[in-house]
């Protein structure tokens, strides 16, 4: 669990909240619910993103909202420990060794990358289909992070159109001034909905997801560069040295710390 999601999208709601409370109180929630404003914020922002969309893109979009709240994992770490293993492997007993090792490889790009090494494809070709794989997996994910920026950028312009559509049925009925204030407060309501829905549920969601997708867009990319080292050769220190350029200097200096600095090189 993504405790950072979690609680942001929590807190964030109690906030309104107790704002809502604090400034007219517990009955005052009530002034905050309409619901033919929410009909036209988020029925027509959602209907209007559909309307740019296919079916599957758009539920898919939906469904990638429970993303934010799973960790996921990503360990760096683990990974240049695990290609200097693979290339100490090499380097002692050759590249047809790692067919071997491939079968205790858990990432699936990973052993992908192994068995094209193994088959003696060209190291262009390797990097070419592996780059290939990464870039369309990103394509991917920016299908779905692009659908929250779609929905924030609709959200306020209905909210905006409800509020428009509220003040011309004020302006039609101004016989009785009493109902002015109520029903300029009911038109304002929709700016409202339009203005949470994409602070409070969409630019989180698109920017954890963008977020996302670079972090595991980085991982892949030291796999690759990792494998096509082990492939041409190079000594594993030097390897090593490669891949934690990828890594934070917190990150790195963890690693180190943990491996010895150059630790799993070769002669």
Known sequence: MDIASLLG???????MILSIVFGAGITGVKYFVDAPSAMITF????????????????????K?????????????????????????????????????????????????????????????????????????????????????????????SWGMIGTLLGLVLMLQNMSD?????????????????????????????????KARDGAEYTMKSIIIEGLLSIQAGENPRVTEEKLKSFMSPANRAAYEAENGTGDGGGE
């Not at 999208?9 to 906030?15: E, K, N, Q, S, T």
């Not at 029903?183 to 409070?200: C, E, H, K």
Request: with cysteine; glycine share 8%.
């Open 9 to 15: 999208v929590v807190l964030c709601f109690i906030f």
């Open 177 to 209: 001034p009493s109902s002015i204030g109520p029903s300029m407060a009911v038109a304002l309501i929709t700016t409202f909905y339009g203005s949470v829905l994409a602070n409070w549920f969409c630019y989180p969601a698109e920017n954890k997801l």
């Open 43 to 62: 029925g027509g922002a959602f209907m209007a993103v559909l309307a740019s969309r296919t079916m599957p893109s758009f539920i898919g979009g939906l």
């Open 64 to 156: 990638s909202y429970t993303l934010i709240f799973k960790q996921p994992n990503y360990d760096t770490k683990g990974v240049i420990k695990q290609i200097i293993d693979l290339s100490n492997t090499a380097r002692k007993e050759g590249l047809l060794a790692l067919e071997e090792a491939a079968g205790s490889i858990e990432d699936p790009f990973m052993k992908k990358g192994v068995l094209l090494i193994v088959d003696g494809t060209e190291p262009e070709l390797v990097k070419a289909i592996l780059e290939a794989e990464i870039d369309a997996m990103s394509e991917r994910h920016k299908e779905n992070y692009t659908f929250f920026a779609d929905v924030a950028g609709m959200g306020p």
